[in-house]
Each structure stands twice: as C-alpha cells, then as structure tokens.
C-alpha cells in the first residue's frame, strides 16, 4: 500500500473503525439468532455468541493495523501530544517562538539580499555570457574607462570572441518627458541596437530599434526620433493605454514610440524609463580621447572567457597594426620607469569582467559582511534557545522518569522532543517569512539606491529553502540536545526526589554557563562592529565639506538645447529664474552651477597649465573637476576664497577671461608659486584664449565625502558662453538657494516660476543639501543601521540568556541561599554574591569577544572611515556596555534571592 493511500486511511480511521464495529456486530447477531433457533434463551444465545465469536476489539484493531500504517497515527499523536505540552508552557513557547523568528527572520532577510543580488543570474537570457568592456587609463588614475566611440566601432569590427557587442552612454542620466499629467524627469540611457541584441531583450510591444535607427546622419544632426518606454513608464505617465506608434515629447522633440519594455527591463541597473538612441556617426565618430561609451558583449556560445580574455590580450598588442591607426594608445604598460614616462599613454588597454561581478562588485564585501553578522545573530539566537530547552528539559526529568517507568522508549521521547522542537521552530519561521518581508520591503523602501539590483529582492523559492531547511535543522538540533535528559541514569534518583525540580547535574549547569559566554562573546563582536560603522556615519556626516551647508536649498532643471540651442539663451533662461527667487521674502541669495557637490563625477580633463611645476611628459595636465557657475556662486555656498578674489559681475562682461581653482590644485600644479595671475587652458590645444586665475578657494568635497579632494577649476558660465574655442557648451543644471524657509514652504513658488520661464521644464529633486550629503552616505549609512538593529538583537538575546542561567542558579541554590541567611547573611551580600555570578560569565564572555573582534574586524576595514578597526574607544563603550547589561539582568534574580524566606526555603526542601 502506499503511503499517500495509508495516509488517507489514517485521515478516515474514525469512518472505517464504524464500518468494522457495525460488520462485526452483524456477524455476532447472525450466530445469535442461530443459537436462539436451537432452543437457547436470548441471553444464553448473547453469552454464548460473544463467547464463540471471540474478542471483537481485537479483530477491529487487527484490522485497521492492516489497512493503517501506525507510524503515521502515532506520529499525529505525539504531534497533538506536542502541542499540548507547548500551550500548557505559553511563557515558554512564547520566548523560543519569538527568539526563533528575530535569528531566522534576520537570516532570511539578508539571504534575499544575497540571493537576489550576489547569487541569482541578471534576467537576461544566458546572463553569464555577457562581458563588460571597458579601458585602462593610468594618466587618468581609472582602472576602468569607458571607450571612446573609434574605438568601440574598432572592437566590433576585429574581435571574433563575441557574438555581438553594443554600447550605451548613461551620461545623459535624464531627460524631461512631456506626458498628459504634466512634465517630468525620467531616467534615460543612450543605447545602439547592438546593445540590446546582445542584452537578449524582446519588447512586450512593438519593436526594438532596427539596424541604423541609432545612428546619426551627420555629426551635428539630432537624434533619431524614436524612443523605447519601460513597462513602468507606460503605466504611469500614460496609463497604460495604446502607445505603439503615437508621438512624445522627449526634451521638447516629438519622438515616435516604437515599444514598450517587459516589466522590470532595465540594463546597468539605472532604473531605465525610456531608450533613446546613442547617436553614433560611423562615418565620422570624433574624437579618440573622449571616452564615454559603456560596452556590453555576448560571448559566441563556442567561446569560453578565457579564450575571449586572450584574444584580448592579442588585441591590445596588434591593436594599431590591426586597425591603421598609428598614434593609438593601445599598448600594456612598460616594466620600467623611463620607457612610461616616455609613453604617459601606455597602459591604455582593454579588459573585460563578468557584467554581473561588475554590477555587484561595490557591494559584495558589505553583503557578506551582512550575511555573516546576521548567521552570529542567528547563533546567539540557538544558544539562547538551548539555554531554554535545557532549563526546561531538567524541570520535566521527573515527567521522563515516570513516563520511561511505564514503558516508553527512548526512541518514542526523542521522537516527541523533535516533534515540540519541529512545531517551535515551525511556528517560528512562519513569524521570520513575514519579518524577512516586511523587513525587506523596508530596506528597500528606505535605502533604494544603497544596494544593487535592489528592485529585483523578493522572498522567494531559494529563500523559502532556506528558511525552511534552517527551522527543521533547529527543530531537530533542539530535540537531540534534551536527549541527555530521557537517558536511563538518574532516572530512579529522579522518581524518588519529591516535588518537580528535577535532577540538574553539575555538567549541564556548565553546559548552560558555557551558553551564556558563547551569547555575550558573539554580542561583543557584533556590538563593536555596529560601533565602529556608526562612527563611520558620524565621521562621514562630518566631514568638512568645504561650505557652509546650514540653510541651503537646492533643485535640478534641465533645459533641452532643442528649445534653448545655445549656452547665451540658456544662461538668460536661468538668470530670470535666479533673479524672481533672489526677490522672494526668505531667500537670502541664489546661484546656479554645472555639477552639486558632493555627489560630482570626476571628469578627469586634459587641461593645459602655463607655468606648472608638476613633473609630467605630458602636454596636457590631468584635472578632476570642471565647475561651471554664475556670479555669487562662492558667496551663496559658502565656500571660503582663501586667495585673491571670487567672480564679480563685471567679469560677464570683461574682455579677460577668469578662472578660480581650488587648493589642491594649487599646491598641485604650481608648488612654491603664486597662483594668482598664472593661466590655465581648459581644452586640448594651444590657441588662445588663455583664462587667467584671479583666486584659489578652500577645497570642496566634490566627488565624495570620504574621497580625497580632486583637482578643481572654477569657470563662469557667462564667460564660457562666448565662442571660446575648444570649450562648447557648459550647462547648468543645478540651482542653490540660501534662505530660511524650508523646502516645502519653497516649492509652489519655485514649481511657478520655472513654470512661467517654460511648462515643459519640470522641476525635481526639491530638497535641502543636508539631505544630498545624506544621500552621498547612503550605504555606510544603511550598513550602519542595520549592524546596529542585529547588535540591539544580539544584546538583547545575551541579557535574557543571563537573566535565565542567573535565575536557574537562584532555584538550585535556593536551600544553599536560605541557610547563609539563617546562618546571618544580610540581603546585601546575597545580592552581591548573586550578581557576582552574572557578572563573572559576563566578564568571561567580553574578553573572548574583545579577543574575536581585534582579529575580525581587519575584514571590515574597507568600509571604515575616520576609525581604525581597533579603535579603543568604541571597544571600552562596548565593554562598559556590555557590564551595564548584565548587572540589570542579574539585579532582578539578586533581588529575589535577597528577598528570600530563609524558613520557607529550608521548609519547601
């Protein structure tokens, strides 16, 4: 019979064991009536029917042990037995219940995030094909460049590794999008039509871009008119209705949408809204030295990444013998030391990564570093539990003794004890699924862009796994560890001791001291590394920033060149903008600049510098930061001019041209030198026009807080306006505002304005600059709060450990503590005696955990900033901590002790 089929059997035994008494009952009767026919009265023929039948319950429970597997109903009864003894111990069951569900809940949680990130492939069809190409660039101190677009269209056209390779170009970030609830800013991102052959996407609707579709006809010809939605696009600025074909407006150009993307399509994880296309002219691709393409390849099924890599390597050494060209830069760097500094370019090379390692490589240390903090959680979860377990087993010895006395094996009390630790860890990791989700759901919602791939995180099937194989091992681990309670020594000790105290022997009691220094060791270690990376986040939100940041506001506008097709209408855009706000009650002063500090990308700019004592072979100097503003930019931030003069308004209309760099540069460039009247070059030839330096101001964290300050040069956008060769268009995208108002109360007026200045221009990104430095901080900070909610765990799982093992030393010592107080032991020196206990363990587990957290902490070290790993400050905080703890979790069993009836202690025993 199979055991699907016994099962159902057990499931209708009531059914069938009615069916059996009713059968048999008919056999009796039938011999009944045949010996009443042969002249026996109906009580001798019932007698003698019963009599000549036999035992009918016998047969009844021969019968369903024929058709019913008893494993089964046995099982279903040690599982009500089970349940039973758990509801008659709610306090019990509440706490191991509880403590289950925060120690898997918190594992589950960040399993979804290794999963989801780490672990499951890009969705994409044979996502481990694809490869990320970028550059090497020493002269520019990057490991990873992106390609200039001749030498994209060079790559595609000699490799033979990979089926097809596109490029993409995110620089533009965002666009405005005219839809019919207003304007908006979506997220963008360039794209050829190789790109998305190679990704392996396919529209819900429509179509992709064809072949030539992202190509431009001319180098200064606009794009063409085409555009891609996402799925999410589409059902929020349109609603979801037929789009296919129709015409939106794209920073004020009317483009056809052509398709719409499955749920979820995203490439690079930007969080795409809308696919345009890159705009390439292969026939004229520009220059060689400006890098700013993205690449992705799908490797040919036959070819492996080793046999790509070294078709690379191949390249990058025949690579201006392959393509014609004779001045590249394509070359491995020099072993030594004259031949680079004859070559600054060498070094230049090709290299390739997995696209998942490179979209999760910035966060695989932190992740691990989460995963490992909560399995400590998790271990202090089981400690604490098996603490539990065995105080419980040794009050129920007495109960095993009795129920080993009247014929149960040990084999049938193992199996129950399982079973209640099945049905904890059960009812558990019921309660942790909905706490990895809600939690998930809340990191998600708090810190979107603090980890990777975050929209993809979900509890799903390998999470479900994991939760589920974690509850059955604690289930099973939580039974076997009672086992040495049901076993045959001691139980006659135990049936003959009165009352239900159990036999608690000297071994176990150190078993479950032992627990309690393993609790507070891992609690040491976790609440030291939450120390550590919460004055990681103090020292970063302190960092001197180079400005004042107390009452600044700031938004982001961005003006298409298609309505505004020059630097002059876009400088007089925004100077109406500045000078309506500038006349609002509250405002202070406003100005408007290229990039916003802290969050600036390093643009790494040749740069000509007259006069510079740098030493370098290079015709062009390396410089970090451009910065692009108006008048009052200096005044307006904040930012201190240590040197010389910041720009005035006479500067707009000034035959000179100014500049202002910053300190680092400064000292950089011209070391020993005034800086005030040098000239500098802001483009790669030697035509005039020179811009003269008029002031040097305090450095500014532009790319970072915890980054080193970079190179900076300050330029005005007035003066940039004018046909400078070489200089193009500086945009403005950002506009700050000093003022005593807060945000909130800025917004209608700012929403008009722009408004009045051009409806299709929306405003975003409305808020104080406290919250972009915040921003700037966001993962150290979602690090840090989540160390410190699994080290509050931690420290709240050792204080009811202590508190348990405190409290079980007080009832096994309770006749001990009633006859030193007999004896004349005052209150006081009970209550210190007892507490000493608590303390002792304490005190044991602390230094083995100062010891674990010297030698683990140098794993986290990348993730500091401003505090050594050994910091002594945050150990001794700790440590001080960890002695509070556990003096209040002992004071309350001390005081009880201190408290006790010496005569009804030594009366109860």
């Known amino acids: 019979m199979s055991p699907l089929r016994r099962l159902w059997n057990v499931l209708r035994r009531s059914r069938m064991d009615e069916d059996l008494r009713q059968e048999l009952d008919t056999h009796v009767a039938l011999i009944e009536e045949e010996e009443r026919r042969n002249g026996l009265t109906a009580e001798q023929a019932r007698r003698y029917a019963r009599a000549r039948f036999g035992n009918a319950l016998m047969y009844r429970e021969q019968a369903l042990d024929a058709v019913i597997a008893t494993w089964f109903e046995d099982a279903w009864k040690d599982v009500r037995f089970a349940a039973r003894v758990l509801a008659r111990a709610p306090g019990f069951s509440t706490v191991a219940v509880l403590t289950m569900a925060l120690g898997i809940g918190a594992n589950a949680a960040i399993f979804s995030v290794v999963s989801g990130v780490l672990l499951r492939p890009l969705p994409y069809p044979q996502s481990e094909r694809l490869m990320y190409v970028t550059t090497q660039f020493p002269a520019l101190g990057s490991a990873a460049t992106p390609l200039s677009a001749p030498e994209y269209l060079e790559f595609r056209a000699v490799n033979r590794s990979f089926a097809v390779i596109g490029a993409l170009r995110p620089g533009a970030g965002e666009v405005n999008l005219t839809a019919p609830d207003g ?62 074909g129709h015409m939106v407006e794209v920073n004020a150009l009317r483009r056809e949408v052509i398709g719409i993307m499955p749920p979820g399509a995203d490439v690079m994880d930007y969080r795409t809204e809308i696919w345009l296309p890159l705009g390439l002219n292969p026939l004229n691709p520009g220059d060689r030295r400006s890098h700013s393409l993205r690449l992705i390849g799908r490797l040919k099924d036959q070819v492996t990444a080793a046999a790509a890599q070294a078709e690379l390597k191949t390249l990058n050494e025949q690579w201006g013998e392959r393509v014609g060209v004779t001045d590249h830069m394509f070359a491995p760097m020099p072993a030594d030391a004259a031949s680079r500094a004859s070559t600054p370019d060498a070094g230049h090379v090709l290299q390739m990564v997995p696209l998942h390692d490179q979209l999760v490589s910035g966060a695989s240390r932190a992740i691990w570093m989460l995963q490992a903090t909560a399995g400590l959680v998790l271990l202090i979860a089981c400690a604490n539990l098996a603490n539990l377990l065995l105080a419980r087993a040794a009050l129920r010895h007495r109960e095993f003794a009795v129920r080993t006395a009247l014929g149960a094996s040990h084999g049938r009390l193992l199996r129950q004890l399982i079973i209640e630790g099945l049905l904890l860890s059960t009812a558990g990791s019921a309660l942790a699924l909905w706490l990895a989700r809600f939690g998930l759901y809340t990191l998600t919602r708090a810190y979107p862009a603090a980890l990777p791939r975050s929209a993809e995180l979900r509890v799903d099937l390998p999470v479900l796994l994991f939760t589920c194989g974690t509850a059955i091992a604690m289930g099973i681990i939580f039974g076997l560890a009672q086992l040495r309670h049901i076993g045959g020594k001691g139980l006659s000790v135990a049936l003959m001791e009165a009352g239900n105290r159990g036999a608690v022997g000297a071994a176990r009691r150190q078993v479950r001291r032992g627990l309690v220094v393993a609790e507070v060791a891992l609690a040491v270690i976790l609440v030291i590394g939450a120390g550590l990376l919460i004055r990681t986040v103090y020292n970063l939100a302190n960092v001197e920033m180079g400005f004042d940041k107390s009452r600044l506001v700031t938004f982001s506008i961005s003006l298409p060149d298609s309505t505004y097709p020059g630097p002059n209408k876009r400088m007089q855009a925004f100077q109406r903008v500045l000078d309506v706000l500038r006349a609002v009650p509250g405002v202070e002063a406003a100005t408007a600049m290229y990039e916003l500090p802290p969050n600036s990308p390093a643009l790494k700019n040749n740069t000509r510098v007259a006069g510079t004592t ?14 692009y503003v108006v008048p009052g930019y200096f005044e307006t931030m904040g930012i201190p001019i240590v040197r010389g003069r910041s720009f005035q308004p006479t500067d707009a209309t000034s035959s ?30 030697d035509q005039p026009p020179w811009f003269t330096v008029v002031g040097v101001a305090k450095d500014v964290k532009q790319g970072g807080v915890e980054r080193e300050t970079g190179t900076e040069l300050y330029l005005l956008v007035e003066q940039v306006a004018r046909p400078v060769p070489g200089l193009g268009i500086a945009p403005l995208n950002h506009v700050v505002l000093r003022t005593t108002l807060a945000p909130a109360a800025l917004a209608q007026t700012i929403e008009r304005v722009v408004r009045e200045m051009d409806p299709a221009v929306p405003v975003v990104r409305l808020r104080d600059i406290e919250a972009v430095v915040a921003e700037s901080i966001q993962r150290p900070r979602f690090l840090a709060q989540l160390l410190g909610l699994f080290a509050g765990l931690a420290l709240l799982l050792a204080a009811v450990g202590t508190y348990g093992v405190v409290s079980s030393i007080v009832a096994e010592r309770r006749t001990e503590i009633g006859i030193r107080m007999a004896l004349g032991a005052n209150r006081s020196s009970v209550l210190a005696h007892v ?19 010297f030698g683990l902490n140098r794993l986290i070290v990348s993730l500091l900033f401003g505090v050594r790993p050994t910091d002594v400050l945050t150990f001794a905080g700790v440590v001080a901590t960890m002695i509070v703890v556990a003096a209040v979790a002992s004071l309350l069993p001390a005081w009880r002790a201190s408290r006790l009836d010496p005569v009804a202690a030594l009366r109860a025993d």
């Open 183 to 244: 304007a908006r800013r979506v997220r963008s991102v360039n794209v050829d039509e190789y790109l998305l052959d190679a990704l392996g996407l396919q529209p819900a609707q429509g179509r992709l871009f064809a072949r030539g579709e992202t190509d431009r006809t001319a180098p200064d010809a606009p794009l063409p008119p085409l555009a891609i939605l996402s799925h999410e696009l589409w059902q929020s600025a349109f609603g979801g209705k037929p789009i296919i």
């Open 656 to 685: 000179g041209l100014a500049a202002i760099v910053n300190e680092t540069f400064a000292t950089t460039f011209w070391t020993g030198r005034d800086p005030i009247g040098q000239h500098v070059k802001p483009c790669c030839n």
């Open 614 to 627: 740098a030493p370098s072979p290079e015709r062009f100097q390396i410089v970090d930061y451009y910065q």
């Open 835 to 853: 507490m000493r206990e608590g303390l002792l363990l304490t005190g044991i587990g602390v230094v083995i955990g100062v010891a674990g957290a």
